[in-house]
């Protein structure tokens, strides 16, 4: 939350003391006084996290010291990083809305504050609604399979992501999916799943049943109290019709917002590290809003590990809430080297939420079965086959079908993750694919195993100036080596050539190394560094059968389609094919 590195600056309890010294120091840096006399009398006095809470109210105007008590907890009991993080985070008075009336809390824990009434909420929200479409399917009757949900518009589809992949849990878990060609989901079964989700959300054993959503109605909507999980059902059940109108969306988010409360909201909000509110000013749902429908929590920190180190460096595992039993694979995981969650990567049923970085989607097995790969893996390994749901224009509304043959499946992040180690480059490792051949892009589009690549290899000027890098394990393999000097100098037929040394040094000095090639010139000059090509060294392409194995992953990660890049955060390695026919679509790869 505050950026610090060394946890020896947090104090080490929410209740340690500090002097009136100290506090008035930090009260006259927040009011702007400068004579510390004006706030405390007693120089010496010891106060403790209740005085400081009582502190807190008088300046922020919160009127309840519990959450005062929780601001000042979080940031260690340093009263002016706890008032950063209350006004920092959207904590301050609520605007009103037109007309004078004031909105209610959870209305902003929701949305940002460019959202000042009821009937201005983002339209993608307000057109949203939760009805199941039939979608072709072979061997299905005519009006197909009902999986499909609908997205008009961008911005919830983390939402409706969530309760669709709760709705063919469902299926899973009560056993009606069975034959493939025959799933419909229900209305009864889409009232059994927001009922769960409810549910689970409960912070007091309580939940709020939004039905109506106007300026006028009770505060702004209308609300029933349930206390028994049936009679949640059968209050959600008479109202499906609601939920399945545009808007529907919108009373469930709402609903889930009143039953956890905004002061549990806002705890697991920012104890994930993140902040309120739960849509973005570009209308998108976040991370915490996604696992507020997942699990009852709106903690959005859907990796394996604390996003805070300890002492020694390493991130602690956690645990996620198995909530609706469905999972989660994303794009994310290469960017921050952090796995998410065991229970996300192998749920209990086998649907997945899709991320692909700006999107979720929807991904499960067809069969409802949990493929198993280690039993069932032998030669070529185990198949099976997956589909996924895009409800998002201009890529969808799509049902595409991928063949996956899998050898091994990501195992279970460890205990700890451990500080990422920094071994000295070896010369003539590769250090970067610069680019895959932009002809062989164009000719061979999603061919990216028979395309070249131009590719960087380390020099001197590799190492970088002042890092104490970690010494190899006794007997490590070291990385396979290329010398330039038996490969032609990447863009050599089209009478150009890159130097190394200067790409190595692009992040400094923003040159990235291009030169013309001249006729006759055997050992020519960098125009840029002005030594020879025989001292700097040049990019040189190889093919991707040439690339060593790891930097073949690395090829994949960047070239291949989106969702294989994905799905092999699951099944490493795996091989995907898409199903191109009239039912799941021609051409292009579904998009994440």
Same mark, same amino acid.
């Given at each position: 939350i505050t950026g610090l590195e060394d946890p020896s600056q947090q104090p080490a309890t929410s209740n340690q003391l500090v002097t009136m010294d100290d506090q008035a120091a930090t009260f006259c840096s927040i009011t702007g006084l400068e004579d510390p006399s004006q706030q405390s009398s007693t120089s010496n006095q010891l106060v403790t996290m209740d005085d400081q809470a009582a502190t807190f109210c008088s300046i922020t105007g919160l009127e309840d010291p519990s959450q005062a008590a929780m601001y000042l907890e979080m940031a260690g009991g340093n009263l002016e990083m706890a008032m950063s993080i209350f006004f920092d985070g959207g904590g301050g008075a609520v605007p009103a809305a037109a007309g004078g009336t004031e909105l209610p809390d959870w209305f902003h824990a929701v949305w940002p504050r460019s959202v000042t009434t009821f009937e201005g909420i983002p339209e993608s929200w307000s057109l949203q609604a939760l009805e199941f479409t039939n979608v072709s399917y072979p061997g299905a009757a005519s009006g197909g399979i009902g999986v499909g949900l609908n997205q008009p518009q961008n911005g919830p589809c983390g939402v409706i992501a969530a309760i669709q992949a709760g709705c063919i849990a469902e299926l899973c878990r009560s056993g009606t999916a069975a034959p493939p060609d025959k799933v419909q989901i229900t209305d009864d079964i889409l009232a059994s799943v927001l009922t769960a989700m409810l549910w689970q959300a409960r912070a007091d054993g309580t939940v709020k049943l939004v039905t109506k959503a106007a300026s006028e109605a009770n505060g702004g909507v209308d609300v029933a109290t349930f206390t028994d999980k049936d009679a949640l059902h059968k209050g959600v059940s008479e109202a499906i019709d609601t939920f399945k109108a545009p808007g529907g969306v919108v009373l469930l988010v709402y609903s889930l917002v009143m039953t956890h409360t905004v002061d549990a909201i806002r705890s697991d909000v920012m104890n994930a590290g993140g902040d309120l509110p739960m849509v973005t000013d570009l209308s998108l749902c976040t991370s915490d809003l996604v696992s507020l429908c997942l699990r009852g929590q709106a903690n959005g920190n859907v990796g394996a590990f604390q996003p805070i180190s300890d002492e020694n460096g390493d991130n602690i595992k956690l645990e996620w809430?198995?909530?609706?039993?469905?999972?989660?694979?994303?794009?994310?995981?290469?960017?921050?080297?952090?796995?998410?969650?065991?229970?996300?990567?192998?749920?209990?049923?086998?649907?997945?939420?899709?991320? *692909?970085?700006?999107?979720?989607?929807?991904?499960?097995?067809?069969?409802?079965?949990?493929?198993?790969?280690?039993?069932?893996?032998? *030669?070529?390994?185990?198949?099976?086959?997956?589909?996924?749901?895009? *409800?998002?224009?201009?890529?969808?509304?799509?049902?595409?079908?991928?063949?996956?043959?899998?050898?091994?499946?990501?195992?279970?992040?460890?205990?700890?993750?451990?500080?990422?180690?920094?071994?000295?480059?070896?010369?003539? &490792?590769?250090?970067?694919?610069?680019?895959?051949?932009?002809?062989?892009?164009?000719?061979?589009?999603?061919?990216?195993?028979?395309?070249?690549?131009?590719?960087?290899?380390?020099?001197?000027?590799?190492? &970088?100036?002042?890092?104490?890098?970690?010494?190899?394990?006794?007997?490590?393999?070291?990385?396979?080596?290329?010398?330039?000097?038996?490969?032609?100098?990447?863009?050599?037929?089209?009478?150009?050539?890159?130097?190394?040394?200067?790409?190595?040094?692009?992040?400094?000095?923003?040159?990235?190394?291009?030169?013309?090639?001249?006729?006759? &010139?055997?050992?020519?000059?960098?125009?840029?560094?002005?030594?020879?090509?025989?001292?700097?060294?040049?990019?040189?392409?190889?093919?991707?059968?040439?690339?060593?194995?790891?930097?073949?992953?690395?090829?994949?990660?960047?070239?291949?389609?989106?969702?294989?890049?994905?799905?092999?955060?699951?099944?490493?390695?795996?091989?995907?094919?898409?199903?191109?026919?009239e039912n799941f679509g021609h051409g292009n790869w579904p998009s994440v």
């Amino acid at each position: 939350i505050t950026g610090l590195e060394d946890p020896s600056q947090q104090p080490a309890t929410s209740n340690q003391l500090v002097t009136m010294d100290d506090q008035a120091a930090t009260f006259c840096s927040i009011t702007g006084l400068e004579d510390p006399s004006q706030q405390s009398s007693t120089s010496n006095q010891l106060v403790t996290m209740d005085d400081q809470a009582a502190t807190f109210c008088s300046i922020t105007g919160l009127e309840d010291p519990s959450q005062a008590a929780m601001y000042l907890e979080m940031a260690g009991g340093n009263l002016e990083m706890a008032m950063s993080i209350f006004f920092d985070g959207g904590g301050g008075a609520v605007p009103a809305a037109a007309g004078g009336t004031e909105l209610p809390d959870w209305f902003h824990a929701v949305w940002p504050r460019s959202v000042t009434t009821f009937e201005g909420i983002p339209e993608s929200w307000s057109l949203q609604a939760l009805e199941f479409t039939n979608v072709s399917y072979p061997g299905a009757a005519s009006g197909g399979i009902g999986v499909g949900l609908n997205q008009p518009q961008n911005g919830p589809c983390g939402v409706i992501a969530a309760i669709q992949a709760g709705c063919i849990a469902e299926l899973c878990r009560s056993g009606t999916a069975a034959p493939p060609d025959k799933v419909q989901i229900t209305d009864d079964i889409l009232a059994s799943v927001l009922t769960a989700m409810l549910w689970q959300a409960r912070a007091d054993g309580t939940v709020k049943l939004v039905t109506k959503a106007a300026s006028e109605a009770n505060g702004g909507v209308d609300v029933a109290t349930f206390t028994d999980k049936d009679a949640l059902h059968k209050g959600v059940s008479e109202a499906i019709d609601t939920f399945k109108a545009p808007g529907g969306v919108v009373l469930l988010v709402y609903s889930l917002v009143m039953t956890h409360t905004v002061d549990a909201i806002r705890s697991d909000v920012m104890n994930a590290g993140g902040d309120l509110p739960m849509v973005t000013d570009l209308s998108l749902c976040t991370s915490d809003l996604v696992s507020l429908c997942l699990r009852g929590q709106a903690n959005g920190n859907v990796g394996a590990f604390q996003p805070i180190s300890d002492e020694n460096g390493d991130n602690i595992k956690l645990e996620w809430h198995e909530g609706l039993g469905v999972g989660m694979l994303s794009m994310d995981e290469y960017q921050t080297k952090i796995p998410l969650a065991d229970a996300l990567k192998s749920p209990k049923y086998p649907v997945w939420i899709m991320h *692909g970085g700006d999107h979720f989607t929807v991904l499960w097995a067809e069969d409802l079965k949990m493929p198993n790969v280690d039993e069932e893996s032998s *030669g070529d390994g185990a198949s099976f086959a997956l589909l996924q749901w895009n *409800g998002l224009p201009p890529n969808g509304p799509r049902l595409a079908r991928l063949d996956i043959r899998a050898k091994e499946q990501a195992p279970p992040a460890p205990k700890k993750r451990k500080a990422p180690t920094q071994f000295e480059p070896v010369i003539g &490792e590769i250090e970067s694919i610069v680019q895959a051949d932009p002809e062989m892009k164009k000719n061979m589009p999603n061919g990216w195993t028979t395309w070249r690549y131009e590719v960087q290899l380390a020099g001197e000027e590799t190492k &970088e100036e002042g890092t104490k890098y970690d010494p190899r394990p006794e007997g490590a393999v070291l990385p396979m080596t290329f010398d330039p000097r038996a490969h032609p100098a990447a863009g050599e037929e089209k009478k150009a050539w890159r130097c190394s040394a200067c790409y190595s040094t692009r992040f400094k000095t923003m040159c990235f190394g291009m030169n013309e090639l001249k006729d006759g &010139e055997d050992d020519p000059k960098c125009e840029n560094c002005g030594r020879p090509r025989s001292v700097t060294g040049h990019t040189i392409w190889l093919t991707y059968d040439e690339l060593p194995d790891s930097w073949k992953r690395s090829a994949d990660r960047q070239f291949a389609p989106k969702i294989v890049t994905v799905l092999r955060t699951k099944w490493p390695g795996c091989k995907v094919d898409m199903v191109d026919d009239e039912n799941f679509g021609h051409g292009n790869w579904p998009s994440v």
